[in-house]
């Protein structure tokens, strides 16, 4: 495998874990918006689950915004 597919595989697979993290902290909320109500329905494994989801999304996406050798917006 080239160092770019290699690349895109790695990026996709980060992306696509931090989206399943997140929605599995969020499976069992009853409410969605506000952000600070839904923080405060979630127990803190939830928490910790959602933080790291939303963390390795952002990321994900930095990363491929500085190997891309695109502005950030």
Known sequence: MTPEKSWRV??????LSGMLAS???LH?????WPPDVVWATLRSPQRLELGGGIALIVVT????MVRRGSPLP
């Open 61 to 64: 996406l930095v990363s491929t």
């Open 28 to 32: 069992d909320a009853k409410v969605f």
């Open 23 to 25: 929605l599995d902290a």
């Open 10 to 15: 790695a990026t996709a697979v980060g992306f």
